[in-house]
């Protein structure tokens, strides 16, 4: 068993993906036009201006910082009413609490949100830190919140499981030189990203499974 353990938020921890959809496809509604399909999977996982130059390259015709702002209002709104914890979470944190594995959250999410949920659903005292989207100057699938995640648990990347849903997520561990786990959310692997993680499982139980049985 590896000595530290990072956590994305979004459709990882939480089950918030699904209230993001939502929350394009309502800011698009409300400023008058349609989310093109195939869109809510280019944005997933990334955040900042990466994020802003995807949708501007998806709807160039759209104010694209301010569709992204609307978007998260609501999506914040939404998570506010309903917050929802992943199956299996529960499980591989109280297995790493057991064998002393030192956690963190690396979300490309605002602080505020990030800690606001995590204090609502009792979670905040498993992990010594959470790294979040002010910490950074380069969003996933760029490394760097993952590799300050190591260094904050003073730890070598190598030395953490990286837990991820998204395919940006999953390329960020992967560069990062974590041992990448990918429990997928609204979208299945495909090659490229197999090439990218450990391992795949359908949910944290599982992945929890594996690990105390040495597996990874």
Not at 68 to 79: H, N, R
Not at 107 to 114: G, L, P
Not at 119 to 148: H, M, N, Q, S
Not at 181 to 204: G, H, K, S, T, W
């Amino acid at each position: 068993m590896l000595h530290g353990a990072v956590f994305d938020q979004d459709g990882l921890i939480f089950d918030t993906e699904v209230q993001f959809i939502r929350a394009w496809n309502m800011a698009a509604e409300r400023m008058g036009f349609v989310m093109p399909k195939g869109f809510h999977a280019a944005v997933t996982g990334s955040n900042g201006e990466a994020l802003t130059r995807t949708v501007h390259a998806w709807l160039p015709e759209i104010d694209a910082q301010a569709y992204i702002d609307l978007t998260y209002a609501i999506s914040y709104d939404l998570q506010e009413k309903e917050l929802v914890k992943k199956p299996g979470l529960r499980v591989i944190l109280g297995l790493f609490q057991e064998h002393g594995v030192r956690m963190a959250v690396a979300s490309s999410s605002h602080r505020r949100r990030v800690v606001s949920n995590l204090e609502r659903a009792g979670l905040l005292p498993f992990f010594e830190d959470v790294i979040c989207r002010e910490d950074l100057t380069r969003c996933k699938p760029d490394p760097e919140a993952f590799l300050t995640a190591a260094a904050r648990l003073g730890l070598a990347p190598s030395d953490c499981y990286v837990f991820e849903d998204s395919f940006n997520g999953v390329r960020a561990g992967h560069a990062a030189g974590c041992r990448t786990i990918m429990i997928p959310d609204l979208y299945a692997p495909d090659e490229e990203i197999a090439r990218c993680y450990d391992a795949c499982f359908p949910d944290l139980g599982a992945a929890a499974a594996a690990i105390r049985e040495g597996l990874l």
